[in-house]
């Protein structure tokens, strides 16, 4: 790894107070996302993906709280940071979209107010009477909008987003996150809510945009099929900790944790559509009543007797790691 | 908002005035009691004499009759004459109206006053000692009956501590010449401070007892719709830009948690009217309310029947304006 990551997760452990007891849904989460690459986040419904960037955004809900660990950003330390210097940071060097955009834009409010804001409140080049920084702010606006591609943006500035389009919905929320130019954009999600023909529409306007504006991008998804399209690295989390993390095309090639394999099983084939899919049998386990030993094992086909004790990340050769004790006995 | 929709309100308005009068009329035709006999007391007159009198007040003609009449002179804006004040029905209402007006906008500001920025502070600190306190207090606020709290506020602050008047609108000396009909803009207007006052603490009861069980439950609701909408994507969204927690609350939360508190402040708006009969008897205050609790006890017709119109008027619009409040907080909302 050359450049120094500009976010760095260690030991990430974010916590929820609930009925049935303490859910510690990011568990010892270790991450880095490097200048300018593309961050795939992969895991299923519940595994802690969008916690644990819920946690780098500060935007934890009570009763959930980050129990420990570090998340380093551009060399400052995030969970100790107040959230006034916390709240200058998100929207203007961090950025998030949601996975809905329906519900993601305030209903209430046209476009423009919505990009406009962001600017007024983070761009330090604005200056001039408070009608000239709208003014410039209403400018970047449009600008942001020609750029995410909404047609004819000068005539849509003052719609509001129930007038969109489900794709172009997607579009706008993404104007606002990149409206400062952040170095680092999380991008929630970004296409589940999509049509499959605006899905790819979408996923390569963020890809052409991190290039352009050099930003780094970390994909949370479930979709193994986007991140080998759009991702230099992925994370595979499970059950709240990170299983295994490689450079997408190894991964892909040789997945090494049963996980992995798994995912990459059940994704249906065009070459083989008479083939039954694979899924993966069984459920997440309760985090509630987490069992001791790989949390995966209950599910795993291979799984042994030594699996019940305490798996660490085993770092392998290619810039990998792999959360598994047959991973490297298997080679 | 288009006028072809304006209009067709309007029009809405007529079947709701139509059964509003047949009702009244109905009711008022069953209750026991004769206007006449009421009147006459024990003067002793002939019978020659009460007919003429019968006569004279429309009332020797069948029910059905009666109710045609009225109908047709209603139409032409005639809406005859008050048994009691000798005087045409719409000179007395609108002689007592203003007062009424005064004392249902002052209890409005001041239920909305507190109930939304209580309803969104009990939301904000959800489970805190203010938002048990606010949630208790708004239980009592909706279960005390009005004339009871009345009673006991005229007790504790006109009759105990002897720091506000008992009854009426103003002193004597308060008197300025009308310009709006509601004393407190005129006695300003009028630059008289001392009236102003003195009007001022003719009106804090009643308006406090009128507004008290609107302000409960306008606080209950904007809680409610304030921590749903906290909950929703676009605030996770606003705090992502990295707005003020200010802007986040005020900006994209409340306007959107406004939405159900406009809807239920028009028609708790439209309940105040019944309770300005209560609340207007108990302090003495001369408006429309007690001038008709006072005209259902003497049966005088014309008057109540002309007052339950207005009524039915101002509730309907007052549903309206709410629906063009919602356009505003809500612009997929289009009429």
């Known amino acids: 790894m050359s450049a120094p990551p500009i976010l760095s997760v260690r030991g990430l452990r974010t916590t929820f107070a609930t009925r049935h007891g303490m859910v510690t849904a990011v568990d010892g989460v270790d991450l880095e996302v490097l200048p300018g690459e593309c961050l795939g986040v992969v895991g299923e419904s519940g595994c802690g993906k969008s916690v644990t960037f819920a946690s780098v955004m500060g935007l934890v809900k009570p009763p959930g709280r980050i129990a420990g660990g570090s998340i380093r950003f551009l060399d400052q330390e995030l969970t100790t940071l107040d959230e006034a210097r916390f709240r200058a940071l998100r929207g203007r060097d961090m950025a998030m979209t949601m996975q809905d955009a329906l519900t993601a834009l305030n209903p209430a409010y046209t476009v423009a107010d919505q990009i406009m804001e962001v600017v007024l409140e983070h761009d330090a080049s604005l200056d001039g009477s408070a009608r000239q920084r709208r003014a410039q702010a209403r400018a970047r606006a449009l600008e942001m909008m020609d750029l995410v591609g909404i047609p004819s943006a000068a005539k849509r500035l003052d719609d509001y987003p129930h007038q969109f389009s489900g794709g172009m919905r997607q579009r706008i929320m993404i104007a606002i996150a990149l409206a400062c130019r952040p170095r680092l954009l999380i991008a929630d999600e970004p296409t589940t809510a999509l049509d499959v023909t605006i899905q790819a529409q979408v996923l390569d306007l963020i890809s052409t945009l991190r290039t352009e504006l050099g930003m780094s991008v970390v994909l949370i998804t479930h979709d193994l099929a986007v991140v080998a399209e759009h991702c230099d690295r992925v994370v595979v989390m499970y059950a709240g900790q990170v299983v295994e993390t490689a450079p997408t095309r190894a991964l892909i090639d040789a997945p090494e944790h049963p996980y992995t394999r798994g995912l990459l099983a059940s994704i249906p084939r065009l070459s083989a559509l008479d083939a039954p899919l694979d899924p993966i049998d069984g459920r997440v386990p309760d985090l509630v009543d987490l069992p001791p030993g790989c949390r995966f094992r209950e599910r795993c086909t291979v799984a042994e007797a030594r699996c019940t004790s305490e798996v660490p990340m085993v770092p392998l050769a290619g810039e990998r790691a792999v959360r598994c004790v047959l991973a490297e006995g298997g080679r | 908002m288009s006028l072809g929709r304006l209009i067709e309100r309007l029009a809405q308005l007529v079947p709701v005035l139509l059964g509003v009068s047949a009702i009244v009329f109905l009711m008022m035709a069953l209750t026991p009691g004769d206007p006449v006999e009421i009147m006459l007391g024990d003067q002793h007159v002939t019978e020659e004499q009460e007919r003429a009198l019968r006569h004279d007040m429309g009332l020797d003609l069948p029910p059905h009759e009666r109710f045609v009449k009225f109908l047709a002179n209603a139409a032409q804006g005639n809406f005859g004459q008050s048994f009691f004040h000798r005087q045409p029905v719409m000179d007395v209402i609108a002689s007592r109206l203003p007062a009424t007006i005064e004392l249902s906008l002052v209890a409005l500001v001041l239920a909305l006053a507190t109930a939304i920025p209580l309803g969104v502070l009990a939301a904000v600190k959800k489970d805190s000692w203010l938002d048990r306190a606010a949630t208790v207090t708004s239980l009592f606020g909706v279960s005390l009956p009005g004339f009871w709290f009345g009673i006991l506020l005229l007790m504790l602050f006109a009759v105990h501590l002897q720091v506000l008047p008992v009854a009426g609108r103003a002193g004597y000396e308060s008197e300025v010449a009308p310009i709006t009909h509601l004393l407190l803009i005129d006695t300003l207007l009028r630059g008289r401070l001392d009236a102003f006052l003195d009007a001022l603490s003719h009106i804090i009861l009643p308006a406090v007892t009128l507004g008290l069980p609107m302000a409960a439950i306008l606080t209950r609701v904007t809680r409610t719709s304030m921590l749903e909408v906290l909950d929703q994507d676009y605030v996770t969204f606003a705090r992502a830009k990295g707005l003020r927690r200010r802007a986040v609350l005020a900006k994209h939360a409340l306007k959107n948690a406004l939405i159900p508190t406009v809807t239920v402040?028009?028609?708790?708006?439209?309940?105040?009217?019944?309770?300005?009969?209560?609340?207007?008897?108990?302090?003495?205050?001369?408006?429309?309310?007690?001038?008709?609790?006072?005209?259902?006890?003497?049966?005088?017709?014309?008057?109540?029947?002309?007052?339950?119109?207005?009524?039915?008027?101002?509730?309907?619009?007052?549903?309206?304006?709410?629906?063009?409040?919602?356009?505003?907080?809500?612009?997929?909302?289009?009429?």
């Open chain 2, 265 to 335: 402040a028009a028609i708790e708006t439209g309940s105040l009217l019944g309770g300005n009969m209560v609340v207007e008897t108990v302090f003495g205050w001369p408006g429309l309310g007690r001038l008709v609790v006072e005209s259902i006890f003497v049966r005088n017709y014309p008057l109540v029947q002309a007052a339950v119109l207005i009524y039915a008027i101002t509730y309907v619009m007052l549903n309206f304006l709410a629906d063009v409040l919602y356009t505003v907080l809500n612009p997929r909302v289009r009429l």
